[in-house]
């Protein structure tokens, strides 16, 4: 085994940061990784903002929910989907963009996302730690405002980083054979469900959670306590007013 | 340096392949790489389907406008947003999923490609060459029926891999304060746009392109050329279909 596959099989999320900050050598090869990343048509159109300044982080706490990590670890970085850079420049040599619409914003998207994780995958091989934020896509319209962010850039994901100051055990995943299809989808059948969800339904954690929400199983622990509907409901129709007046919707609404 | 940010820095995109088979232990551990992705709630809402069949990647590369390349490489990977296993788990454990919206579909396609970018990453330090198609996004709809995906299943990004047959210069990047910003956004002024650009403007291959394609500079290449407004049109409103008819718009529209 690899090196390289080794820091990827040992990936943990780290929740509890110490107060060390990263180097700027450090910081500097991790964002080079990020963007070596691959790009649709090499166009590069993302932008990852980097927070340090605490007070900053202070406020960026409240936005992602309070989560303590956020004021802790010494770095955020916030990816975007930005067509601006790209649009600027098309206008500046007299070529028209035509980036207003939704299939251009899921590039933008996709280009930011393989982004972070190359950021990922060598700040932890750098020894340092990250948690992915989604309460980012929940809180886009906030962050605009609180970024400043012009037409064309729309915030889809938040990292984390730092040093541990946790050694959490490693998450359960789903077996292989439960996410993996071979030549066609095969789809699930009640048997194949109950397979796949087992080792993750016997955990002691998954005890816990279920007795610490007051709820019969894992399955509602989702639908009832963390991902529930009506805010499902709610930030949908934040983030598509969000892409919207983004301008990343000029052709369909 | 190490081995891993080595790797990360070293990514060519391959776009010609030799015959030889990937081993099944190799794409076993570049895939369980992959699964190791961090994933919203660990909800692991993706799915990976692996085409290795010399016909039905015959038929896909139709699917991805012709591009030779997936005829030629012994492994496709279709990368889906995936919510059809959650559904079904959560119906099956009398929980109510609230999934049928636009967030779940975003968080659901953060997922597929954050093991996307693990995936390659993995294959690269395995020797293998990779190439994204962007392709998968324009032709979901035709790609849900090339799989019969059900409902809830969005292919989000596709994975070419295989043993490299080329050894291509590493392609160029905007320089890193062309997309890095410190703290707040600082929008680009037309200076900093020029300087930007400046490098890659002046590239051999941008002649190139320039002179080929019979437009003004490098910007109309992709205005005029490889991504048109038309089509970005056309192919928003396919993919905002495909959303709802998979039913990820259930309340949206």
Chains 1, 2 share one sequence.
Not at 137 to 148: C, G, P, R, V
Request: hydrophobic share 35%.
């Amino acid at each position: 085994m690899n090196n390289t596959i080794e820091t990827l099989l040992n990936h943990k999320t780290i929740r509890k940061y110490k107060k060390d900050n990263i180097h700027d050598d450090v910081l500097s090869r991790i964002l080079e990784c990020g963007i070596r990343a691959s790009t649709t048509g090499n166009m590069q159109v993302y932008s990852v903002i980097i927070t340090k300044d605490q007070e900053r982080r202070n406020e960026l706490c409240k936005l992602h929910f309070g989560q303590q990590m956020v004021e802790e670890a010494p770095v955020l970085l916030t990816l975007c989907a930005d067509f601006n850079r790209f649009n600027k420049w098309c206008k500046q040599r007299n070529a028209k963009p035509g980036y207003d619409n939704f299939l251009s914003f899921i590039t933008a998207a996709i280009d930011a996302l393989l982004v972070a994780q190359n950021i990922c995958v060598a700040a932890e091989s750098e020894g340092l730690g990250i948690c992915y934020l989604g309460t980012t896509t929940y809180q886009a319209d906030k962050l605009i405002k609180f970024f400043n962010l012009p037409e064309g850039v729309v915030p889809v994901t938040t990292v984390v980083a730092g040093y541990p100051d946790e050694d959490p055990e490693q998450v359960d995943r789903l077996p292989a054979e439960g996410v993996i299809h071979h030549e066609k989808y095969n789809d699930y059948s009640s048997k194949d469900i109950d397979k796949i969800y087992r080792y993750k339904e016997k955990l002691p954690l998954t005890r816990e959670l279920i007795e610490e929400n007051k709820v019969e199983n894992l399955a509602q622990v989702f639908t009832e306590k963390r991902y529930i509907k009506k805010d499902n409901v709610h930030f949908s129709k934040v983030l598509l007013k969000v892409l919207k007046d983004q301008g990343f919707m000029n052709n369909e609404i």
